[in-house]
């Protein structure tokens, strides 16, 4: 799925995570990060969950597509969805000790 996203020329970065729905047990919420090209938020949400459709299947469409700034990493680049999960969820995301830049937890907690 992220995969998918990433393809599209208007994503360069993102991150699909499973969070509890009440009917299908579990949805999917996928994060975009940031692009220096500014985009009609509303239409482009639209556009990428419709692309994920097309590409996978409307089963697993995205319950919802949300943008932030930036995405949690490892100092090795690699996306830290467990926090993303957490965070989204309200949880405590727990160690934090490889995480390379702290303030996109504060930027997924905001993401619209």
Known sequence: MESWLVAHPAVNEAAAIGVPHDIK???????????????AVGSLREELTDHVARQMGKPLRPSRVLFTGDLPKTRSAKIMRRVIRATYLGREPGDLSSLENPAAIAMIARAE
């Open 25 to 39: 047990g579990e949805a999917i919420v996928c994060f975009r990060g940031a692009q220096a090209r500014r985009h």
